[in-house]
Nanobody, 123 residues
Framework: QVQLVESGGGLVQAGGSLRLSCAASGRTFSSYAMGWFRQPPGKEREFVATISAGGGLTYHGDSGKDRFTISRDNAKNTMYLQMNSLKPEDTAVYYC????????????????WGQGTQVTVSS
């Protein structure tokens, strides 16, 4: 089993940057593909980015393409999401998730979820 804890959210002005972290418990972090999702107020949870277990394969959704970068450090059991040029529409609760299978854009492919961290971007 994997427990996930997100951190790094907060209030930032438009154009600013944040780096989210997802700390995982357990010895098997490096065997899981990981993903970031977000849920804007009043909307469905949506895919942001995913990374393979070894970190060699990444895919970013349209919402953060060219602005967000997913990465991981398996030695630290931690995944990151670097977010630059933030926009008010990036305001959401951001969740990290772990998948036994390969990297995926689909929520139902993920087996474990964190509690989320709030990101608020002011205009």
């Amino acid at each position: 089993q994997v427990q996930l804890v997100e951190s790094g959210g907060g209030l930032v002005q438009a154009g600013g940057s944040l780096r989210l972290s997802c700390a995982a418990s357990g010895r098997t972090f490096s065997s899981y593909a990981m993903g970031w999702f977000r849920q804007p107020p009043g909307k469905e949870r949506e895919f942001v980015a995913t990374i393979s277990a070894g970190g060699g394969l990444t895919y970013h959704g349209d919402s953060g393409k060219d602005r967000f970068t997913i990465s991981r450090d398996n030695a630290k059991n931690t995944m990151y999401l670097q977010m630059n040029s933030l926009k008010p529409e990036d305001t959401a609760v951001y969740y990290c998730a772990a998948a036994r299978g390969g990297p995926s854009t689909a929520r139902n492919e993920y087996d474990y979820w964190g509690q989320g961290t709030q990101v608020t971007v002011s205009s």
